[in-house]
């Protein structure tokens, strides 16, 4: 009796794990736009004032990663393109933050635009095959299995870009 109440508990964690796993895959892609609402220059750098709209029912994280520049129909990055920027934290469900950023000042007339690097936030359920995948690669220690548990847990980063501007 013992014996059998193990393997239906054994199947029922295995039952869950594929759940999760299976509910993580089916996700859209992110649905964040970035926006840059406004350019001004600021002595030696240029400050864009960046509109970010999240329109998922998910939480997401945004920072600033790198300026580009068009050049032969290609964007390149811009060594030391930003030089600081403001944070906003997380970006909740359906919302819109603002962010400024002061970029390195480049010839008037380039066409610039500002790659941002996302992550979703997962919790409880959703995030239960990341954690598994963490606990047992040994990454991170006291990891919980628990398919309740309400630590937000962030997704590998995907890049978006800002639409494209001209440097003043």
């Known amino acids: 009796m013992k014996k059998r109440h193990l393997i239906l508990a054994a199947v029922a964690v295995a ?4 759940l999760a796993v299976v509910l993580s895959t089916l996700r859209p892609p992110p ?3 970035v926006r840059c609402s406004k350019v001004a220059v600021m002595g ?4 864009l004032t960046l509109e970010i709209s999240n329109r998922t029912a998910m ?5 600033p990663v790198r300026l580009e520049r068009l050049e032969e129909e290609q ?14 934290g997380n970006l909740g469900a359906n919302g819109r933050s603002t962010v400024f950023c002061l970029v390195k000042r480049l010839p008037g007339g380039t066409q610039l635009r500002l790659v ?13 095959a990341l954690r598994a995948r963490l606990r047992l690669s040994g990454q991170v220690s006291g990891v919980s299995l628990n398919p309740f548990d309400r630590v937000l847990f962030f997704t590998e980063a995907a890049e978006v870009e800002s639409n494209p501007f001209v440097a003043p």
């Open 15 to 18: 039952v869950v794990i594929g």
């Open 31 to 33: 649905v964040l736009t």
């Open 44 to 47: 030696d750098s240029v400050g």
């Open 59 to 63: 939480i997401y994280e945004a920072i």
């Open 75 to 88: 964007w390149k990055a811009c060594p030391d393109g930003i030089a600081s920027f403001s944070t906003f």
């Open 116 to 128: 941002m690097k996302t992550e979703r936030a997962q919790k409880g359920l959703e995030s239960l």
